[in-house]
């Protein structure tokens, strides 16, 4: 069997444990009841009343002006980038972030938008020192430095949380700078859990943010976007320009209401159980093998990060355990992720943990 990845397809996997991404799980039966029963409109026209208490209850959520519901967590960072940048001009972001790494250079193809990156952290922070330095403007040779891109959690640092005096140095920074910052969240209820923050205080240390449904929250479709009226308004325009207008979504909206009613249970839930597995992990790690697999225990939220050596690959862990039925991902050449959701049951656990000492068998 191939290793999964991003972007393979894995046959058969309805028996599966599968831990690929929090984006697998599917609607639970009251979930799908709630959608049925929502009432509907059409949303270009702004006549879809759940998906305007959804966008009213967003905004309280988190403390801004307005909120969009949105697609994806792509079409949300695009649509933001978009609406804070002019053609031309440029952000800051993260070589690992997900806008940069993984949405195709989108602010670049459809704005005209350049990006200044920098290298992440190991705790998914951007050094301040290097935010700094990588502002431009002022000379013709440049573009004009407008915006800031941070990732919370963030994916490739292992599902890291940003905390509190880091948000706020940022924000200081960007204020000095006259910059605008913008927060991809799409696990942001996962960092609020881990931090003991609101995600309302999150919010407020950045102009815009991002957050997903379909991911930790459990909805099928659809991410919002929150900042001020002025700047919302600007999205809305432009998400009609990319193909997002909605018809009668508030089917989806329902679904990320459930989400929202349930939200701090859920991610309080698989925080923990991504502590369970990685120290489970650890634990059941012989001596001998402790340099060629370690599982990261340290600033955990629902993403766990196996770290293979010593000719121990991660291909080679993934296939094994997907020949059993349990599904994660190759993260690169060095790294597998697991990532918690709500379909992670507590007979899964024992399990995972009974295939993962089948796995050490054969590395003696």
């Known amino acids: 069997m191939p290793s999964v990845s991003y972007s393979s397809k894995v046959e058969n996997c309805d028996e599966c444990i599968d831990l690929r991404s929090d984006t697998v799980t599917r609607p639970t039966p009251e979930m799908r009841q709630i959608m049925a029963n929502s009432i509907v409109g059409d949303d270009v026209y702004g006549e879809d009343p759940t998906i305007n208490a959804l966008e009213e209850r967003c905004a309280k959520l988190f403390k801004k002006e307005a909120g969009i519901f949105v697609c994806s967590g792509t079409m949300g960072n695009l649509l933001a980038v978009l609406s804070h940048c002019q053609r031309g001009e440029e952000i800051i972001v993260g070589k690992q972030s997900h806008i940069h790494r993984w949405e195709q250079g989108n602010y670049a193809q459809f704005g005209g938008v350049s990006a200044m990156t920098v290298e992440i952290a190991n705790d998914g922070t951007l050094p301040l020192k290097e935010i700094e330095a990588s502002i431009r403007g002022g000379d013709s ?204 049951t507590d007979e899964h656990i024992p399990i995972i943990f009974e295939v993962y000492e089948e796995f050490i068998k054969t590395l003696h």
Request: charged fraction near 25%.
């Open 141 to 344: 040779h440049l573009p004009t430095t407008k915006l800031i891109c941070l990732e919370n959690t963030h994916n490739w640092a292992g599902g890291k949380a940003l905390s509190r005096e880091y948000l706020r140095s940022v924000r200081e920074l960007a204020d000095h700078h006259k910059l605008k910052v913008h927060l991809d969240g799409a696990r942001v209820y996962n960092a609020a859990v881990a931090t003991g923050m609101d995600v309302s205080e999150i919010a407020s240390y950045v102009d815009s943010i991002q957050m997903c449904f379909s991911k930790g929250l459990g909805s099928p479709v659809g991410s919002i976007v929150v900042g001020e009226k002025k700047f919302i308004d600007l999205v809305r325009h432009k998400r009609k320009a990319v193909g997002g207008g909605w018809r009668q979504a508030g089917i989806l909206a329902a679904a990320a209401m459930y989400s929202l009613d349930h939200a701090i249970k859920t991610v309080t839930r698989d925080n923990k159980n991504a502590a369970i597995l990685a120290k489970g992990f650890n634990d059941r790690t012989p001596n001998h093998l402790k340099e060629a697999l370690h599982a990261n225990e340290e600033g955990l939220t629902n993403i766990v990060v196996v770290r293979c050596a010593n000719g121990v690959t991660p291909s080679q862990m993934v296939s094994f355990f997907q020949e059993r039925r349990v599904l994660f991902m190759v993260f690169d050449d060095h790294r597998v992720r697991l990532v918690t959701n709500w379909g992670l």
